[in-house]
């Protein structure tokens, strides 16, 4: 029993990073639309936006629009930083804690 507890830790501590966030008893997930995650999420702290092109053979097609939020939640918890790509959360990252 202890072996089978055991391997299942390791493999829990072998999982790679999540993909996912938690606002109160909510789930934000990649691939969430911009919208979603503000309603469920709230404002976050701090936002930067900016553009970057889309070249295709060295000629500029379009742009992405990229937004980087910074959610804060508190002393206890780490901050939050979301990247979305057009409207869509593409990326989650942790950063230290909050204040």
């Not at 606002?23 to 997930?29: A, E, R, Y």
């Not at 930067?48 to 910074?70: A, K, M």
Request: aromatic fraction near 16%.
């Amino acid at each position: 029993m202890k072996k089978i507890v055991l391997g299942i830790f390791c493999i829990l501590l072998a999982s790679g990073p999540a993909l996912a966030l938690r606002c109160g008893n909510k789930i934000v997930d990649v691939g969430d639309r911009l919208h979603k995650v503000q309603r469920l999420c709230g404002d976050p702290v701090f936002v930067h936006s900016y553009d970057l092109p889309i070249l295709v053979y060295g000629y500029i097609q379009g742009y992405n629009h990229f937004e980087v939020w910074t959610y804060n939640f508190g002393r206890n918890r780490f901050m939050q930083e979301l990247i979305f790509q057009n409207g869509v959360l593409r990326f989650i990252n942790q950063l230290d804690y909050g204040y």
